[in-house]
């Protein structure tokens, strides 16, 4: 480093084009490549025009795998590492050295347009998910950015919206992901985001790159910025930033004055540049794949989508066992199905399933209609859409969001059907009440009366590729359907815990989201919901029983062993999740009632018991304390909940955590001495020991103020009083 000139350093902070960057005549050894797409990769085939990077037509093809959703919807990370590996051979093959996914923020409202490409509304199970596809793709020695690094859950306004949050929910909730999946699966690059936080631009916060991620965490990877997120490039550049993208840059000359000017100094310029110089060692070491096999690939892309699969609804019209029926399908996503939520995301499949063509594969007398364009039907695409439904013994209606309504760069508007798709299903309910929906969409959507005038929904999100045989094996009970909801489907947009606060357009307010957020609200106050986080049916029936809970004070790693047993009473095999929860009952400690902390996914054979062990690590009962500004684990009574979602719950078992800390909120002198009370019960004792019995409303003045009292009072010279002070202060505060 040492001989690259000013000039061709101040270069290197920045990408030489779109999607590369560390191409410089004073460095030894190729560019760095880097591509989007975290359900697949997006490699140009030939020069975009115009800056149309959004155009399937440029890009080559590659396994498009179900959406990010989807993903977490299958509840199996070994599922999600193999579809990880399998994208990082296809970067390999495509000399791509680094993936720009997965994106780990949280799903915090419905609304959201990127929620596609989010895991879950969990900080938990994202960290999960996101941990074994960044496992997976580094696996091919490719690497993976996490991404957007923070709190970018909201489309509107992104590059300029500020979120106000306490450290306590920033650390608890939003950072959670990006904490655990650093720790445990390191991350070649981490994606600064493009909003504010507490005041300053992500890309430019000197407590997120550096504090935090830096000092409190130990990553030595690259920072990079989201594309177009850095608003002033010295003071990035001095607090955290490695890689500005897109490039050539604009800020050159404004960075080399900076250096001119010493208010950047050449030695924050060389610690910046130091994890790129470390990423091109590993990138220099890369050979290219050869050759990859994109049917296998494909194969892999079918295994998610058909795990991915929720069955919402069923009144028993599912398993499908008579294929010679006359059977409609209705509704043009059957032919063009929605495969993806566009944006950055967009990759062009190698193989592209239809329904229509699996069905018809499937299915001997299947007729089939339109019913609608995109957002919007007409007289003539109802009556043909009618005619099916009245010719057809069972329909199959394919409806779900269109892009206009759900895409990257804005939030949604609802959350319910197009309005041509649902004047389209009263149309076809009223012709035919044996209708079985078929959903495709990135987020939560309002089917109160699809769920009324259904005999069965399914929800398939966007599954990529593999958008028509993982259905059609459902249909017909090939498989039975193992997805689970990884976010809470509300009875309407108006029950959710921001309705009315979301999208804001200057300032977002997170200080309330460790309760108002998803299952957290919903089951914390009690309130009904269409379909719970976790929730998905199944075509066996499985029975849990036998449970035990052993707790092992001396192994963190499995501080609580939960066994038990699931009995599958039917002749069809199945997967079963059991889902772990905890609930903390600590006084005065804010809490959700509970929390997702474990969960395992178990292959139950046809009338068999398979015996289930899960180990539940001391680090699922943890709090972040802001005194000391780590996670900690509070002593006190703790409910662990085993269900099959969070709000069916086949057991609840008490324990109590005796060898940890004691709870205390964040304290000054200025609290009231009730504090002390509370909390340092010692304290107050000892006060009115040496003193005397505090009235009731002495309890409520600053504990200094009392202290004060007492050396007048007693005549205590100032010395002993500010010791005592002091003894107190440090307890209080640490």
């Known amino acids: 480093m040492k001989n690259i000139p000013l000039k061709a350093k101040v270069k290197l902070t920045s990408g030489q084009g779109n999607w590369h960057f560390f191409e410089s005549e004073f460095v030894e050894g190729r560019q760095i490549n880097v591509a989007d797409g975290p359900h697949g990769v997006r490699v140009y085939g030939e020069t975009v025009q115009d800056g149309d990077f959004l155009s399937k037509r440029y890009l080559k093809p590659a396994t498009l795998f179900p959406s990010a959703s989807a993903m977490a919807s299958t509840w199996n990370p070994a599922l999600i590492e193999e579809a990880g590996s399998t994208i990082g051979r296809e970067c390999k093959h495509h000399q791509v050295d680094v993936l720009l996914g997965p994106g780990i923020n949280l799903k915090r409202s419905p609304l959201g347009g990127r929620n596609f490409e989010y895991y879950s509304e969990d900080p938990y199970l994202t960290s999960k998910i996101g941990e074994h596809f960044v496992k997976g793709v580094q696996s091919q020695d490719v690497g993976a950015c996490i991404k957007h690094f923070a709190l970018n859950e909201q489309e509107t306004m992104r590059r300029f919206v500020d979120v106000k949050i306490n450290q306590r929910t920033l650390h608890e909730m939003y950072l959670y992901p990006f904490y655990k999946i650093i720790k445990t699966a390191n991350p070649w690059m981490v994606m600064s985001s493009y909003n504010k936080i507490n005041g300053d631009y992500a890309s430019e916060s000197s407590y997120l790159l550096q504090d935090v991620l830096r000092k409190d965490w130990g990553y030595d990877g690259v920072v990079v910025s989201d594309w177009g997120a850095v608003q002033d490039k010295v003071k990035s550049l001095k607090n955290g930033m490695n890689i500005e993208m897109p490039g050539p840059s604009s800020f050159e000359e404004e960075t080399i004055k900076a250096l001119e000017n010493q208010s950047l100094t050449e030695t924050e310029l060389d610690a910046s540049l130091e994890p790129l110089f470390d990423l091109h060692e590993k990138v220099k070491a890369i050979k290219q794949l050869q050759n990859i096999d994109l049917d296998a690939h ?177 249909i017909l009970g090939r498989i039975s359907p193992s997805g689970r909801l990884q976010e809470t489907f509300p009875l309407k947009l108006e029950h959710t815990p921001h309705f009315g606060t979301f999208p804001q357009l200057v300032e977002v307010d997170y200080n309330q989201d460790l309760i108002l957020n998803g299952y957290r609200y919903y089951d914390t106050k009690d309130y009904p919901v269409l379909y719970p986080f976790g929730y998905g049916l199944s075509y066996s029936d499985i029975v849990y029983k036998d449970f035990s809970f052993k707790i092992n004070a001396s192994t963190p790693e499995s501080f609580v062993t939960v066994t038990l047993s699931l009995e599958n009473k039917s002749n069809i095999s199945s997967f079963e999740t059991v889902q772990v929860y905890i609930g903390s009952n600590i006084k005065h400690l804010i809490k959700p009632k509970k929390e997702l902390k474990s969960f395992k996914k178990i292959w139950c054979e046809a009338n068999q018991t398979t015996p289930v062990e899960i180990n539940i690590p001391l680090d699922a009962f943890e709090t972040y304390s802001e005194t000391e500004a780590q996670f900690v684990v509070y002593n006190g009574a703790y409910d662990i909940y085993i269900g099959k979602n969070s709000r069916d719950i086949e057991n609840i078992n008490r324990i109590q955590i005796t060898e940890q800390k004691p709870f205390a909120p964040k304290m000054t002198l200025e609290y009231p001495v009730k504090f002390l009370k509370l909390f340092y019960p010692d304290w107050y004792r000892y006060i009115e020991d040496n003193f005397r019995k505090l009235w009731w409303h002495e309890s409520e003045e600053p504990i200094w103020r009392i202290i004060d009292r007492y050396k007048r009072h007693k005549n205590i010279d100032e010395t002993t009083i500010n010791n005592l002070l002091d003894k107190i202060k440090k307890t209080i505060e640490n």
Request: no cysteine; aromatic share 8%; net charge negative.
């Open 298 to 474: 494909h194969k892999i892309a079918k295994k998610v989508a058909q795990e991915a699969i929720v069955l919402l609804e069923n009144d028993g019209v599912l398993p499908i066992k008579d294929t010679t029926k006359t059977y409609g399908m209705i509704g043009q996503f059957a032919k063009k199905p929605r495969i993806n939520g566009g944006g950055s995301a967009t990759v062009k499949p190698y193989h592209q399933e239809t329904p229509f063509e699996a069905f018809s594969n499937a299915l001997e007398h299947l007729i089939y209609a339109d019913g609608y364009e995109e957002n919007v039907t007409n007289e003539t695409l109802l009556n043909e859409a009618v005619n099916v439904a009245k010719q057809s013994d069972i329909v199959f209606y394919f409806t779900g969001t269109t892009e206009a309504i759900e895409t990257e760069g804005k939030d949604r508007e609802h959350i319910t059907l197009p309005e041509g798709h649902q004047t389209l299903f009263e149309a076809i309910r009223n012709a035919n009440k044996n209708i079985i929906v078929i959903l495709s969409n990135g987020s939560a959507l309002d089917l109160r009366d699809i769920k009324q005038h259904s005999r069965a929904i399914l929800e398939t999100w966007f599954l990529g590729g593999a958008a028509g045989e993982a259905i059609i094996d459902i």
